[in-house]
């Protein structure tokens, strides 16, 4: 029988001898080796051959006697021996056929719960590749701006899902990277039902006919408090620049106020300089707080919400209804770069300088409110 080990070893000269002298007491055969480098030290791929009988257990208690530790055994296939960029070009031809497979890709490809360093830097590779192939698919055709069009805007319900799933399948890459931060090459109709009527907030789409051109989000985020609301906006490519994204953001603005949010606050890559000019365009006391390559500005909807907002301990901004995800993701080790269904991480969260009319160092001014 096949079983792939994962283990580090300890941290010795002839530690890797010490485990395949133990391995080959008991008649185990080593197929495989593959040694990743991590912060903590060494961590070895072992793809081995057992007799009848050898179970789980059994291996992660031999590798235990060899000095290793943090063991993950699990049986596998005989796939497992080809050598790694082999497999990993295989996994981008079938991408190629269909690239929204990336998940399943992934899974295949690593297997295991916890990544190495390395295998976080391949998942964000392959990510990206799935992104761009999906981007030089058809495109399909939607409403154009022309004469005397303008967008319907109202609350979205599920029955809105298949028209948001088609919206973002014409949006552009570099769109829906904005909105979701990271790529995102397929909106599946499940994530996109909740999208459309996340739990304890809304969403507003903008509609032209039958199709959805448009839509902003508003989600509670928990960890800051019970009435904070995180908002996003994504407006069709065609569309973009005609001030559709304001009319959004204010109207699913005033939506959280009346379900009983005090602020809501919005995440902006410093690049995105559109989206600050929108959140700017609404004319509210707000705030900006930035942590590496990522701004939040936060938007007060209440006389007191403000006062307290960068006095809350610092959260990590993970995945929640605002923010979709094809499938839970394994936690990444701190300072490692985001795959396909993780964002980035906000940590350590310090507010910019309180000084009325101050620009923050990315140039997004808060024209003079706190």
Known sequence: MLWKIRTELADRPGALAELAARCGADDINILHLEVFTSESGAVDELVVSTGVGWTADDLTALVAEAGCGRT???PCQADVLHDAPTRYLRAVLRMIDDPVSVDDELGNLQGFDEYTPAE????DVLVEIAGRLAERLDTPEGPRPGSGVVPELRIATVEDADAVVAMHERCSYESRTRRYHVPMPKLTSRTA???SAPAGGVSIVACVDN???GMATAAPWEELGSTTME???LVEDGWQGQGLG????RQVVG????LGADRVVCMVQPENHAMLRTLERLRMRSRVIRDGDSLMVSVALTDRSLSHAVDRPPVEYRLNRATPSHRSQPARPAGQPAREHALAALSALQPISDRAGAADPDGADRGGRP
Request: glycine share 0%; net charge positive.
């Open 120 to 123: 976080w830097a391949r998942a």
């Open 246 to 249: 304001l009319r959004l953001l």
């Open 211 to 213: 199709a959805v051109i």
């Open 72 to 74: 993950t055994v699990r």
């Open 193 to 195: 039902r909740h999208l």
């Open 255 to 258: 939506e959280a106020r009346a």
């Open 231 to 233: 908002v996003a906006v």
